[in-house]
């Protein structure tokens, strides 16, 4: 049984969330304060986490900055629930590190699948440690990236998605996978948050930033 836990501050969203969630089969428990959910956290790390942005005591993209910082909770599956709807807030906090976004307010059916669909991602997830293309080394373990023996410093979500390539390496990846993986499902931002991803992981992989090739009107692909 998945162990999920909510950190909402509303407390009838959150009464709505943990009731699902139980009805579902998952064992849910439910904080309204990060610091409440921190001391938790040190005690038994989840299977997934819903979280709300907009916390009374911290604001929820720097939780997810935190957790992502922790060797124990840098893969924990996180799902931000919030009522912001612009693409900037979408995109900082899947920058951060977030795995999937879904805004107030939502249906029950909808947020279920999601849940679902996000521990299926994370448990059939590869346990490679060290993954390579051409002059490009990633060290999972550590969560770092060299090019040429140098350090290559990455966003969350830009070394997922070279992470991605590489382990599909001489694999075309749609736009359409690309965006399921790396940004959850359904996810509405417009295609250029791939596309601007792309440029800026080429940018920073300097020299190899060229083994990812564009496949016109399909994906990308690491040869």
């Known amino acids: 049984m998945a162990l999920i836990y909510i950190v909402e ?15 579902s089969g998952y064992s849910v428990v439910d904080f309204e304060y990060a610091r409440d ?27 997810v900055r935190k957790l992502r ?3 124990d909770t840098k893969k924990v599956p996180i799902i931000m629930v919030t009522a912001k709807t ?10 951060m590190g977030a795995d999937d976004y879904i805004t107030k307010p939502f249906g029950v059916m909808e947020l279920i699948s999601r849940v679902k669909a996000l521990l299926r991602r994370s448990m ?14 990633l060290d999972d373990e ?27 390496r001489g694999i075309v990846m749609s736009r359409d996978i690309i965006m399921e993986r790396i940004w959850g499902i359904n996810f509405e931002g ?27 009107n399909v994906g990308y692909i690491i040869e």
Not at 9 to 23: Q, Y
């Open 190 to 216: 417009e295609s250029r948050t791939l596309d601007v991803h792309i440029k800026t992981l080429r940018q920073k992989l300097r020299n190899a930033g060229t083994l990812i090739k564009t496949v016109r």
């Open 124 to 137: 059939n997830m590869e346990d490679e440690k060290f993954l390579s293309a051409g002059e490009i080394f």
């Open 9 to 23: 501050d509303d407390k009838n969203i959150r009464e709505i969330e943990s009731f699902a969630l139980k009805n």
């Open 69 to 71: 910082s922790i060797p």
């Open 37 to 63: 959910f921190y001391r938790q956290v040190a005690e038994k790390v989840p299977d997934c986490i819903l979280l709300d942005i907009m916390l009374p005591d911290e604001d929820g993209l720097e939780v």
């Open 142 to 168: 550590k969560h770092m990236v060299y090019v040429q023996d140098e350090p290559c410093e990455l966003t969350f979500k830009e070394y997922e998605l070279l992470k991605l390539l590489i382990q599909n």
């Open 86 to 95: 612009t693409e900037i807030d979408k995109v900082k906090g899947l920058d």
